[in-house]
């Protein structure tokens, strides 16, 4: 069992940055692997990027390539998402999952945090 909690959403202006950070308590943390997907009003969750248990592979989907940066602090138990050149499109509730099998499905969820980027 693991529980997560993410933080750093808010309203920022296309173009600019922010840096979510999600908290994990629970069993061991660098056994899981870890992702964050998102879900915009009136759309499905999507995901956006994930990162293997020792931060050794990354993967991410083509629209935010280039663009954000997942990372995780085994010592601090907490994984983030940077992202910067933020648009609109990318407003959305975020949230950040893991998963203890690394072909598996995620699991465990946290509780969302709002990004909401303005024109």
């Known amino acids: 069992q693991v529980q997560l909690v993410e933080s750093g959403g808010g309203l920022v ?9 999600c ?9 899981f692997g870890l992702g964050w997907f998102r ?8 995901f956006v990027a994930r ?6 592979y990354t993967y991410y989907a083509d629209s935010v390539k280039g663009r954000f940066t997942i990372s ?10 940077q992202m910067n050149s933020l648009k609109p499109e990318d407003t959305a509730v975020y949230y950040c999952a ?6 598996g499905s995620f699991d465990y969820w946290g509780q969302g945090t ?4 303005s024109s």
């Open 13 to 21: 202006q296309a173009g600019g940055s922010l840096r979510l950070s």
């Open 98 to 103: 893991a998963r203890g099998d690394p072909m």
């Open 72 to 81: 995780r602090d085994n010592a601090k138990n907490t994984v983030y998402l």
């Open 39 to 46: 879900q915009a009003p009136g759309k499905e969750r999507e």
């Open 51 to 56: 990162i293997s248990r020792m931060g050794v």
């Open 114 to 117: 709002q990004v909401t980027v």
């Open 23 to 31: 908290a994990a308590s629970g069993r061991t943390f660098s056994s």
